[in-house]
């Protein structure tokens, strides 16, 4: 059996590539959350929760989402340090940002709900896996399950699965079930992408 080895010159990523990186990562998040949006839906963690304020409140999705995220700097600071907190911050604003854009330049009102919860996991999955391989997150809970993973070795998909139930769940008033029960299968996507595709030490660069 052939075992592969790390290679022994591992460098960390340039920051070119780290801004490219997280400009990315944030658009596909963004997108995303543009999606479930447009279908009344929810998802998990800081952003589920930004959600259901936005809902509240009539507010706009990003401007809440940028709001909610604030208090979780400080552990990013305090547990992960100031790089990672720079570069979290950074993801947040585009993420932010690019959900206010997305309805400029495309119209998704006539998507199916499963569709779009399902099209939304995959891309929030993918645009996570992005910014957690360049040393940074889409804030709030993510900070936690990111922390947790380097310095626990809980797998963050597992961590942020979790976080992102008791999210789900405290949604039932606010949503119709049926767009309630497609969310839900857009988070086990999500998670599953997550789980599945990062874990300790399986990634050097």
């Not at 809902?55 to 979780?72: H, T």
């Not at 604003?93 to 854009?101: E, F, H, R, W």
């Not at 119209?107 to 919860?117: E, F, G, I, K, T």
């Not at 699965?161 to 996507?189: E, F, N, Q």
Request: positive net charge.
């Amino acid at each position: 059996m052939t075992v592969i080895e790390p290679p022994l010159d591992v460098k960390r990523h340039s920051l070119p590539e780290d801004a490219l990186a997280i400009t990315i990562g944030a658009f596909l998040l963004s997108w995303g959350i543009y999606l479930l949006h447009t279908i009344d839906g929810v998802t998990g963690g800081i952003a589920g929760v930004a959600f259901l304020i936005s809902y509240l409140g009539d507010w706009a999705i990003g401007a809440v989402f940028f709001v909610v995220n604030i208090p979780f700097y400080y552990l990013a600071v305090k547990r992960m340090g100031r790089r990672f907190t720079v570069k979290t911050i950074a993801a947040v604003a585009l993420i932010s940002l690019g959900v206010g854009v997305h309805p400029l330049y495309i119209d998704v009102s006539s998507l199916s709900p499963m569709y779009a919860a399902i099209f939304a996991g995959l891309a929030v999955g993918t645009g996570m896996l992005v910014l957690f391989r360049h040393g940074a997150s889409a804030g709030g809970f993510g900070i936690l399950a990111q922390y947790l993973q380097s310095k626990r070795g809980w797998r963050a998909g597992y961590v942020q699965g979790a976080l992102d139930l008791l999210v789900v769940i405290g949604s039932t008033a606010l949503v119709d079930p049926w767009i309630l029960l497609c969310s839900i299968v857009g988070a086990v996507v999500l998670n599953l992408v997550i789980a599945i595709n990062h874990r300790p030490g399986r990634y050097f660069g």
